[in-house]
């Protein structure tokens, strides 16, 4: 149990609840907010998670973290210029 995010790891209500923590963290922004204006791009990464098996461990967090920091939009808000 993550004490910031709450929940069971491993469980969709953990999964959804770290996506989201990783939007507002990461990207500072809502799921749903410009550019995206839908919800399309939380669906994935928590599907992303959700299907992911459960004893992978931290590996596959990290590499949805990793999937936002290298994400054109990380890069050209926050990035070098």
Do not use: C
Request: neutral net charge; aromatic residues 16%; charged residues 20%.
């Amino acid at each position: 149990m993550h004490p910031e995010i709450g929940g069971q790891r491993g469980t969709h209500g953990y999964n959804s609840a770290f996506v989201l923590w990783v939007y507002r963290g990461i990207l500072q922004r809502e799921p749903n907010a410009p550019p995206d204006n839908n919800w399309d791009g939380f669906k994935f990464w928590v599907g992303v998670l959700d299907g992911t098996n459960p004893d992978a461990g931290d590996y596959k967090y990290s590499q949805v973290l990793k999937g936002f920091i290298v994400s054109t939009e990380y890069r050209s808000r926050f990035g070098p210029p």
